[in-house]
């Protein structure tokens, strides 16, 4: 034990911190037991009430239960509205994104027609006053020889009417081909000139006319170089020929469709017969064996396009130019290959047969259908099919 003294320990508390309120009623044994009796008789009292009544404080564990479901149920209700209109906005933004995109691709083909235009009217003018200048008397000077005589001014290069003739009919019985590569596009994205535009082939039937028609007829060519503003005229013939010919196509597919409400669409085979305006006895059934796989194909490719467009435009949306679309997926096709190609048309083409059965209206068709293109998980089916049979695409007739 130590030595020191205790006053000087570190005491748990002073003795005059008071322990805590003090009762005022005295410490003797007669207060002591009023108070067991006192809280005996409370005891009592709480006895008795909990035998009689029974205590409203208590909650029920299935009012519980009950509470929390229907809590939960509420919670299940407000997140299914909530993701409701999320998907419905998500939706509503795709299409206003496609609107804008098919707004865009008509402005800048309106703004690149505008420049060539008005580029085709600088240079007509520009012509006029070269001509003008040449064509006006020099007056000879004091001591001038005799005058040289000038030679005649060429006259303006313009097309005839045999020629637009010729253009517009090249265009006409072209553009329905199977072998078009683009519609509007000379170029591929990457440059190169497309030898099987329509624009192209359309010159290259004019060009290999037989004889010397064509020499005759095309702009002239002058020290081995042909008129510019020659060129330039008959380059606008022939996009403007190939332009009209698009138009009547887009509007042939799309038969009893846009048009026409009380009739019904037809099925492929009376469209091809429709579309290349056979002068031949017989009806669309004999014309159907004379056509190609790859000219039915494309057929129903195209109308598929069209309804598309027209479908947005049924909903209000913007329609966008059918022929940059077709233009687009020509070329990605070109690149992903032969059995993607055969996938994606045996697709097309089998919807088309099974939709279109000659006796449907199209009014009777939802607004909402959109006629979407096949997707790249159906066209990657496809392919695997077509692997299977041995990798060639066979239709049904």
Same mark, same amino acid.
């Given at each position: 034990m130590s030595s020191q003294p205790l006053n000087n320990r570190a005491q748990p508390y002073s003795l005059t911190t008071p322990r805590g309120v003090r009762n005022p009623i005295g410490a003797? *044994?007669? $207060?002591?037991?009023?108070?067991? *009796?006192?809280r005996g008789s409370g005891s009592a009292s709480a006895t008795n009430d909990d035998t009689n009544e029974p205590d409203t404080n208590v909650i029920d564990g299935n009012q519980i239960m009950a509470a929390i479901t229907s809590l939960n149920a509420t919670m299940v209700k407000e997140f299914l509205v909530l993701s409701d209109n999320l998907q419905q906005d998500t939706v509503k933004s795709d299409e206003d994104i496609a609107t804008l995109s098919h707004k865009l691709d008509e402005d800048l083909n309106a703004v690149a027609e505008q420049i060539e235009a008005q580029l085709l009217t600088l240079s $007509?003018?520009?012509?006029?006053?070269?001509?003008?200048?040449? =064509?006006?008397?020099?007056?000879p000077g004091a001591a001038a020889a005799a005058p040289v005589a000038q030679p005649a001014a060429i006259q303006p290069w313009d097309f005839t009417p045999a020629l637009k003739d010729r253009v517009y009919g090249f265009a006409y019985d072209s553009v329905a081909q199977p072998n078009i590569a683009a519609y509007t596009a000379r170029e591929t994205p990457a440059g190169d000139i497309m030898a099987n535009s329509l624009y192209n082939i359309i010159k290259q039937r004019i060009r290999n006319i037989p004889g010397d028609w064509a020499t005759g007829q095309l702009p002239p060519v002058v020290n081995g170089v042909q008129s510019v503003a020659g060129t330039q005229k008959y380059n606008t013939l022939v996009k403007t020929a190939g332009k009209h010919a698009q138009e009547r196509l887009h509007i042939l597919v799309l038969h009893n469709i846009k048009n026409n409400p009380e009739s019904t669409v037809p099925c492929l085979k009376r469209l091809l017969h429709h579309c290349g305006e056979v002068k031949v006895a017989g009806d669309f059934m004999a014309y159907w064996p004379t056509t190609s796989v790859a000219h039915r194909i494309r057929i129903a490719y195209i109308r598929r396009e069209?309804?598309?467009?027209?479908q947005l435009l049924r909903n209000g949306g913007g329609g966008g130019n059918i022929w940059s679309r077709v233009d687009r997926q020509l070329h990605k096709l070109s690149v992903q290959g032969t059995l993607y190609t055969s996938a994606f048309y045996k697709l097309i083409y089998e919807t088309d047969r099974a939709t279109?059965? =000659?006796e449907g209206f199209f009014v009777d068709v939802d607004p909402k259908v959109t006629f979407d293109l096949p997707s790249e998980e159906e066209?990657?089916?496809?392919m695997e099919r077509l692997e299977t049979a041995g990798g060639s695409m066979v239709l049904t007739d």
């Open positions: 003797t *044994s007669a $207060n002591r037991a009023l108070a067991r *009796s006192v $007509n003018k520009l012509d006029q006053v070269i001509e003008t200048v040449e =064509g006006q008397p020099q007056a069209a309804i598309r467009i027209f279109f059965d =000659g066209i990657q089916e496809e």
